[in-house]
T-cell receptor
Framework: DGGITQSPKYLFRKEGQNVTLSCEQN?????MYWYRQDPGQGLRLIYY???????QKGDIAEGYSVSREKKESFPLTVTSAQKNPTAFYLC??????????FGSGTRLTVV | QQQVKQSPQSLIVQKGGISIINCAYE??????FPWYQQFPGKGPALLIA???DVSEKKEGRFTISFNKSAKQFSLHIMDSQPGDSATYFC??????????????WGLGTSLAVNP
């Protein structure tokens, strides 16, 4: 079945630690996105990539980094510079920028 | 100008009733208006979508009504069921130069359907 796989489902981060969230898609979509979701704030765009080896900052990129070495993969690193990383992180992909398909999310908690 | 304003923030409906969620926008460059449904702990899933040259689109119990002159669109859920309890997001796609499309989200409506 085609879709987006995010892992892990739950992730715990200690203060000062970098963590990487995985996102893999087998939909052959060119564009991939990372969103952060906090209660009452909807979905906020962190980074997006429209082609391999290229990515753009979204609205809240500070404290995050990404890479796009393969079409299928778009990992997100939450760095120690992100002061409030506890949130639900969603990865998505799209064909031609219209129909977005989302993964099931990763819930990151700072301990 | 890139905002999509969604209301209400939360909604409680009795089983069998009609749920109505409204959205408004300013930017006339939006060219596609999708609605997403999100269950707790899951990612949003595309529910139904409409283009601005159409005034209404119906899929099963879900209907989008679109008023281009008023820059408003709404989701109607007929015969609402407890299984419809979820968060609903309206969105709009901005078609920038070079086919660089950007999805603008509403803040979501939490719907609870009482049995």
């Amino acid at each position: 079945d085609g879709g987006i796989t995010q892992s892990p489902k739950y992730l715990f981060r200690k203060e000062g630690q970098n963590v990487t969230l995985s996102c893999e898609q087998n939909l052959n979509h060119d564009a991939m996105y990372w969103y952060r979701q906090d209660p009452g704030q909807g979905l906020r765009l962190i980074y997006y990539s429209q082609i391999v080896n290229d990515f753009q900052k979204g609205d809240i990129a500070e404290g995050y980094s990404v890479s796009r070495e393969k079409k299928e993969s778009f990992p997100l690193t939450v760095t120690s510079a992100q002061k409030n990383p506890t949130a639900f992180y969603l990865c998505a992909s799209s064909y031609a920028g219209y129909g977005y398909t989302f993964g099931s999310g990763t819930r990151l908690t700072v301990v | 100008q890139q905002q999509v304003k969604q209301s209400p923030q939360s909604l409680i409906v009795q089983k069998g009733g009609i749920s109505i969620i409204n959205c408004a926008y300013e930017n006339t460059a939006f060219d596609y208006f999708p609605w997403y449904q999100q269950f707790p702990g899951k990612g949003p899933a595309l529910l139904i979508a409409i283009r601005p040259d159409v005034s209404e689109k119906k899929e099963g119990r879900f209907t989008i009504s679109f008023n281009k002159s008023a820059k408003q669109f709404s989701l109607h859920i007929m015969d609402s069921q407890p299984g419809d309890s979820a968060t609903y997001f309206c969105a709009a796609i901005l078609n920038n130069a070079g086919n660089n499309r950007k999805l603008i989200w509403g803040l979501g409506t939490s719907l609870a359907v009482n049995p």
